[in-house]
């Protein structure tokens, strides 16, 4: 039996398809490019925009068109939010919501076996426990999926809506599937969640005390956190990952906005203050003469009800004083159910799209100077395996691209270079 696998979305759904994948593998399935033939399809969505939501339903119909046998399997936060609109689309067989993703294998498996009608199945009480994932066919880096959901409900958001309240693989769970990794011979970590800071909400354990269980880990060579809420980016946090650990100068921090009007009206957790502290104390502990500098991504939304011209030049104002190497820009999506959805001040679309011309202007500066500040250093790079056009790239330790001549004795290793 002949299965594919299309993923759309964040690092999270990275881990979990795969994690599906190693599933029907060792079903006995032969999993097969999405563009060849198959007899099963899944496709795991993501509905973070409107944008997404369009962008999986083509998908279906894309697969279904192209494999019109198939049975068609829909996981993921779409399938969460328009279930009803999924499971109405052609060839669709089965559709998981954000709690039955333990299901997908077994359930898939029987409806092939036995033919089963949907119906029937969908009849089963799904389980509310978390679905544990990690990414495997990379030589070099694996996403480690640690904790699920969110309970800030953020005033533009639907994530909370799309993967349920906030709750955590164990401590234990996640050192076993590191080691995993570790056996498969991959050398770096990235550990995933949707507010990963808030790891320990459903088994009372603490994120600091997962990353210093992980960092034991043989095997394992360097970590990076995917994302973390900068009020969750804790003192003991900083200082211990900048105590000689294998935990890398590298932070992406949601900042959305830079301004403390918008923060407040989105329902974020911290202004601008605490936002900065954060900043301005990783950089105290991890940079000194010669040491690399802390490479600091942040996210920021354009367009925010409410933002007026004012506000979007004191928001610019603020990331030039907190100077990050890169801006991951996203014009504000307008999300029906949201609060945010009915607040006045909404923004016009083509002024939207000048201000993320703006910032990513602003990235590209910032992120030029970044290199330069970096000029000269000594860092360590971990080389990737891939041969492009006899060269080979690995990322440093604060996430700077690094790009040399090809050498296959060189791939998944770390090598001391001067940036
Ligand atoms: S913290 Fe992030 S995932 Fe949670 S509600 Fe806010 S924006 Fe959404």
């Known amino acids: 039996m002949k299965i594919s696998f299309l993923t759309l979305g964040c690092k999270l759904n990275y881990a979990e398809t795969s994690t599906y994948e190693r599933g029907f593998r060792e079903a006995g399935a032969e999993v097969v490019p999405w563009r060849d033939a198959a007899d099963i399809c899944v496709i795991n969505t993501c509905s973070v925009t409107a944008t997404a939501d369009a962008k999986s339903r083509n998908l279906i119909r894309k697969m279904h068109k192209q494999n019109p046998s198939a049975l068609i399997i829909v996981t993921g936060c779409s399938a969460q939010l328009r279930r009803d609109t999924i499971e109405a689309m052609e060839g669709v067989a089965r559709v998981f919501g954000c709690n039955e993703k333990s299901l997908v294998v077994p359930e898939t498996m029987?409806?092939?076996?036995?033919?089963?009608?949907?119906?029937?199945?969908?009849?089963?009480?799904?389980?509310?426990?978390?679905?544990?994932?990690?990414?495997?066919?990379?030589?070099?880096?694996?996403?480690?999926?640690?904790?699920?959901?969110?309970?800030?409900?953020?005033?533009?958001?639907?994530?909370?809506?799309?993967?349920?309240?906030?709750?955590?693989?164990?401590?234990?769970?996640?050192?076993?599937?590191?080691?995993?990794?570790?056996?498969?011979?991959?050398?770096?970590?990235?550990?995933?969640?949707?507010n990963t800071g808030d790891f320990g909400r459903s088994t009372g354990e603490t994120f600091a005390d997962l990353i210093k269980a992980l960092n034991e880990v043989e095997g394992i060579d360097r970590y990076r956190i995917s994302s973390i809420e900068p009020n969750l980016l804790t003192d003991e946090i900083i200082d211990w990952t900048a105590s000689g650990t294998k935990f890398q100068p590298h932070f992406h921090i949601p900042l959305q906005t830079g301004s403390d009007n918008l923060l407040k009206a989105m329902g974020r957790r911290y202004d601008t203050a605490l936002f900065k502290s954060r900043i301005e104390m990783a950089r105290n502990a991890f940079e000194g003469p010669g040491k690399p500098k802390v490479f600091f991504g942040i996210d920021l939304m354009a367009g925010l009800p409410g933002e007026t011209e004012d506000e979007f030049l004191r928001s610019l104002d603020f990331i030039e004083s907190v100077n990050p190497a890169f801006i991951h820009v996203f014009p504000y999506s307008r999300r029906p159910g949201t609060p945010a959805a009915d607040m006045p001040g909404q923004v016009a679309e083509e002024t939207k799209a000048e201000r993320v011309s703006v910032l990513e202007n602003l990235c590209c500066k910032l992120h030029s100077e970044f290199l330069e500040n970096n000029r000269g250093v000594h860092e360590k790079v971990l080389f990737e395996s891939a041969n492009r056009s006899g060269y080979m790239e690995g990322f440093s330790g604060n996430y700077i691209k690094v790009r040399r001549p090809y050498n296959s004795s060189l791939v998944n290793t770390i090598v001391d270079v001067i940036l």
Do not use: M
Request: proline letters at 2%; one cysteine or more.
């Open 110 to 194: 029987s409806l092939v076996e036995k033919g089963l009608e949907t119906k029937e199945i969908a009849n089963k009480r799904p389980e509310t426990a978390i679905f544990a994932a990690y990414s495997t066919g990379e030589r070099t880096r694996s996403f480690l999926k640690v904790q699920d959901g969110c309970d800030n409900f953020c005033k533009y958001c639907t994530v909370p809506f799309a993967r349920g309240r906030s709750r955590n693989i164990s401590i234990e769970e996640c050192v076993a599937n590191a080691r995993k990794i570790a056996a498969a011979g991959v050398k770096e970590i990235v550990l995933t969640g949707v």
